[in-house]
Nanobody
């Protein structure tokens, strides 16, 4: 059974940093690209960042460029999202996904339950 479990979300003030983690089980994580998406109330799910199976290639959505960094540790079967200089508009549920590392959610096969990130002004 494939499981992706996100952690590290919470309530922070604007300007703070958070590091999200996505622990995987039930799949050969080194064979998958991984992505972080987010969805705010009333908005569509959007790509924050994606990373190839080796970690050698990354891509960022408009929301993730410049302030966020995606990384992975295949030995630990874990993917990370370092988020710096958080803004209130970063408030959303953040999801981890396994599949490719493309920009569309349709390219991902497996999803976590999400972790809430709330940034207060």
């Amino acid at each position: 059974q494939v499981q992706l479990v996100e952690s590290g979300g919470g309530l922070v003030q604007a300007g703070a940093s958070l590091r999200l983690s996505c622990a995987t089980s039930g799949l050969t994580v080194s064979g998958y690209g991984m992505g972080w998406f987010r969805q705010a109330p009333g908005k569509e799910r959007e790509l924050v960042a994606g990373i190839s199976w080796s970690g050698g290639s990354t891509r960022y959505g408009a929301s993730g460029k410049g302030r966020f960094t995606i990384s992975r540790d295949n030995a630990k079967k874990t993917v990370y999202l370092q988020m710096n200089s958080l803004k209130p508009e970063d408030t959303a549920v953040y999801y981890c996904a396994a599949g490719s590392y493309g920009g569309s959610s349709s390219l991902y096969n497996y999803w976590g339950q999400g972790t809430q990130v709330t940034v207060s002004s």
